[in-house]
């Protein structure tokens, strides 16, 4: 038995510019935290030589190619693992359409533990690179890059996405008050909506092919490194006037990012006494966060009775196999 898990993680400031649409001429730059909400992937040996998943769904078949979920059939694939196998998956929340990457953090964490199933040490970096090759190369979904790296590597980061397809993670250093700060100043609350990330990433690559759009993006991957020295210099007093701005701008860039019902969400936010914030993920659903000063938060949950609040913590450590003891049976 093997039991790997994955982080999932919160984006602050430049999300879009990991889209291949942008990077591919520019320099995308994405500041972000992983979460301690994590997806768990158990892997063991199945002795009939068949494979049984267990996700929301359960599937039993007898070859790689009768599954389902594409995700599991082109890892599998990839790592040259015909059958013999049982996976089953598992959430700390409801993680589908939430904005938080989840998508992403159960291919980093199946991977390692396939990995793991096969004895095989994988890099951080392996990780996030044949998570991408799974979820953007082969499944083609319209997605970036950052969410596989977020949960592969862990922690607080500004990473960066090079024209040549290459991604560097630089580490946002910083005192642990600081930490402290931005964990105590940070509300998350659930808006009950899920969604699909694909069509309004859709979006979003197409707006990319107008200049007005690329203006746009550019302040935004600005704000990214803004964002990284305001915090290594000790300083979030302008936090949340960042993450207003970035959400104002990325709301501009494409259709199905915001709509009414989110704005006047956003706008009670505000209104309550958060500096900024902004809506997780893609856009259009998941979880709005509230960067405010946390005598406030309770003003700003009482103007939002209707969506549920949840507490998020930082992780610094990235995906790991949780447990290990392989059968070599």
């Not at 039991?3 to 520019?26: I, N, Q, T, W």
């Not at 996700?55 to 599954?67: G, Q, R």
């Not at 693992?81 to 929340?93: F, V, Y």
């Amino acid at each position: 038995m093997i039991v790997s898990k994955a982080p999932l993680r919160m984006s602050y400031v430049g999300g879009g510019s990991d889209l291949p649409s942008f990077y591919r001429e520019e320099v995308g730059a994405v500041l972000s935290t992983s979460i301690d909400k994590y997806i768990y992937v158990a892997v063991n040996k199945k002795f009939d030589g068949k494979i049984r998943l267990s996700y929301s769904k359960t599937e039993e078949v007898n070859e790689v190619s009768e599954i389902e979920h594409p995700l599991v059939r082109q890892a599998l694939s990839m790592l040259s693992i015909p059958g013999g196998i049982e996976i089953a998956s598992m959430a700390d929340i409801p993680s589908r359409g939430s904005g938080l990457g989840s998508s992403s953090s159960f291919t980093v964490a199946l991977l390692n533990a396939l990995h793991a199933f096969k004895n095989q040490y994988v890099s951080k970096e392996a990780l996030a690179k044949q998570s991408c090759e799974i979820e953007i190369g082969r499944c083609r979904e319209p997605i970036g890059k950052q969410d596989q790296y977020a949960a592969a590597y862990g922690g607080l980061n500004l990473i960066r996405f090079h024209p040549d397809d290459s991604v560097s993670i630089d580490p946002v250093v910083c005192k642990p008050e600081t930490i402290k700060k931005i964990d105590e100043s940070t509300l998350v609350l659930f808006t009950g909506r899920t969604r699909s990330a694909s069509d309004v990433l859709k979006n979003q690559s197409e707006a990319m092919k107008l200049e007005q759009r690329r203006i746009l993006m550019r302040r935004m991957v600005e704000l990214a490194f803004e964002l990284k020295k305001e915090l290594e210099s000790g300083d979030v007093e302008n936090f949340g006037a960042i993450l207003n701005e970035n959400w104002r701008l990325k709301s501009q860039l494409a259709s199905g990012i915001t709509d009414p019902q989110i704005d006047e969400w956003y706008c009670k936010g505000i209104q309550a006494g958060a500096t900024g914030g902004k809506l997780l993920g893609a856009g259009n659903g998941g979880f709005i966060m509230f960067y405010a000063p946390p005598e406030n938060h309770e003003k700003i949950k009482t103007s939002l009775s209707g969506l549920t609040p949840i507490k998020f913590g930082f992780d610094r450590n990235g995906a790991q196999i949780v447990f290990y003891s392989p059968n070599h049976g």
